[in-house]
């Protein structure tokens, strides 16, 4: 039976965010944003071990204590000069810490993503089964789209029909995403599942229908606390 590792890449500094310490350390809800995603997987019977792919300047981690988390997280000082590269160099050292095997399940999970839950995990490993590709999880586009002109007028405006958000986790078979990444590293790969598409494949859209943005904007954080503060205190 193929086993489930999650894989966080928490490398990059969140410019958008017009802060000094980088995003996935900024408070929420008393704890560094990145302690969020890692303590779902960590509870979680499902996943085997957590792997964390950080800047090899990150000073911030160790400032926390993770040792309630024991043996089940691995921090891997190897992050790249995007996200794609960050998560590749994770993949390759990961079975130097702890055995993965070709056909066992990786989930990549942004630190940016706090609001990810047991029953969303539990959803999407459920969804995806043993799909031969893999999936993620996303929502369909409830917007209307503009697409804008150099002065940012609206040129045109884009059907939305078929169009969904991509989230994550995403999750897709070791050796696959390994060659699927060690492909497109160089290229603007915003997620591993356009790396698996590039390959001619098609990962499963599976329907998040709970809260999972990704914290990108202040006010992104502001609504994350009011979001965990109700899911605490019903
Ligand atoms: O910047 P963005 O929000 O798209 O980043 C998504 C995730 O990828 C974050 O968890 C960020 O820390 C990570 N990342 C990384 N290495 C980079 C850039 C981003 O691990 N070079």
Known sequence: MPKYFA??????????????????????????MIYHAVDTFCRSALIHQVFIVLSPQDTQWQQYDWNVY???LTVLYQGGATRAESVLNGLIEAPNNYPVTA?????????ARPLFTQNQLKH???AVGDDPVGGLLAIPI????????????????ESRDNLWQAQ???????????????????????????AIEALGLHPKLVHNRDYN??????????????????????
């Not at 070791?174 to 591993?192: G, I, R, W």
């Not at 943005?213 to 109700?230: G, N």
């Open 70 to 72: 024991d043996e089940k």
């Open 213 to 234: 943005f990704k914290v990108t904007y202040p006010q992104d954080l502001e609504l994350a606390e009011i979001i965990i503060k109700t899911r605490n205190n019903p």
């Open 168 to 194: 994550t986790p995403q999750m897709f078979r070791y050796q696959m995403l390994v060659d699927a990444l060690s492909n497109n590293t160089h290229q603007n790969v915003t997620d591993d599942a356009s």
């Open 142 to 157: 409830a917007d209307t789209l503009k697409r804008s002109n150099s002065d940012n007028c609206v040129a045109q405006t």
């Open 124 to 126: 999407l490993i459920e």
């Open 7 to 32: 894989i966080i890449p928490a490398a990059g500094f969140g410019s958008r965010m017009e802060n000094q310490l980088p995003k996935q350390y900024l408070p929420l809800s008393g704890k560094p």
């Open 103 to 111: 056909q066992d399940w990786i989930l990549v999970h942004d630190a």
